[in-house]
T-cell receptor
Framework: DGGITQSPKYLFRKEGQNVTLSCEQN?????MYWYRQDPGQGLRLIYY???????QKGDIAEGYSVSREKKESFPLTVTSAQKNPTAFYLC???????????FGSGTRLTVV | GQQLNQSPQSMFIQEGEDVSMNCTSS?????WLWYKQEPGEGPVLLIA?????ELTSNGRLTAQFGITRKDSFLNISASIPSDVGIYFC?????????FGKGTLLTVNP
């Protein structure tokens, strides 16, 4: 079955460490996205990629980095420069921006 | 970034009641999407609307694309406990989806 997989589901890191969140899709979608979700804040766009080897900053890109070396994969690195990294992170993919996004089941990152 | 104004922010209802929520924007949209997110999971697409005035149903859910193209409504009839979750509206803007802040629905059995 086609889908989008995020791993791990829960992640704990010490302050000051970089951490990479995995996102893999086998839907053959060109576009992929990373969102951050905090209580009462809705979904805020971190980065997005419309095609392999290309990506753009979203609304809250500071302290994050991404790569898109393969169509199937769009990993997100939360760097030590991110001031408040504890959050629920969602990855999504789509054929194009007009159609619905398919979301992964999310990664809950806790930095202590 | 551009935000969609979604209301109400939260709702507490009894099982069996009908629910209505809406989303408005200062921008015109050509597509309106409604998602549901259950606790600890990613959002799932419920209904997609592509034409102004369109009314679309999915089981007990009905959504409408406003005539002005600046709003959309989602109704849930005869609510059940598994309707609990956060409902998001979304629309495409500048080659990506913009989401409302969500309506948190709680259904008391």
């Amino acid at each position: 079955d086609g889908g989008i997989t995020q791993s791990p589901k829960y992640l704990f890191r010490k302050e000051g460490q970089n951490v990479t969140l995995s996102c893999e899709q086998n839907l053959n979608h060109d576009a992929m996205y990373w969102y951050r979700q905090d209580p009462g804040q809705g979904l805020r766009l971190i980065y997005y990629s419309q095609i392999v080897n290309d990506f753009q900053k979203g609304d809250i890109a500071e302290g994050y980095s991404v790569s898109r070396e393969k169509k199937e994969s769009f990993p997100l690195t939360v760097t030590s420069a991110q001031k408040n990294p504890t959050a629920f992170y969602l990855c999504a993919s789509s054929i194009d921006h007009r159609g619905g996004y398919t979301f992964g089941s999310g990664t809950r990152l806790t930095v202590v | 970034g551009q935000q969609l104004n979604q209301s109400p922010q939260s709702m507490f209802i009894q099982e069996g009641e009908d629910v209505s929520m809406n989303c408005t924007s200062s921008s015109i949209f050509n597509t309106w999407l409604w998602y549901k997110q259950e606790p600890g999971e990613g959002p799932v697409l419920l209904i997609a609307l592509y034409k102004a005035g369109e009314l679309t149903s999915n089981g007990r859910l009905t959504a409408q694309f406003g005539i002005t193209r600046k709003d959309s409504f989602l109704n849930i009839s005869a609510s059940i406990p598994s309707d609990v979750g956060i409902y998001f509206c979304a629309g495409p803007l500048s080659y990506k989806l913009t989401f409302g802040k969500g309506t948190l629905l709680t259904v008391n059995p």
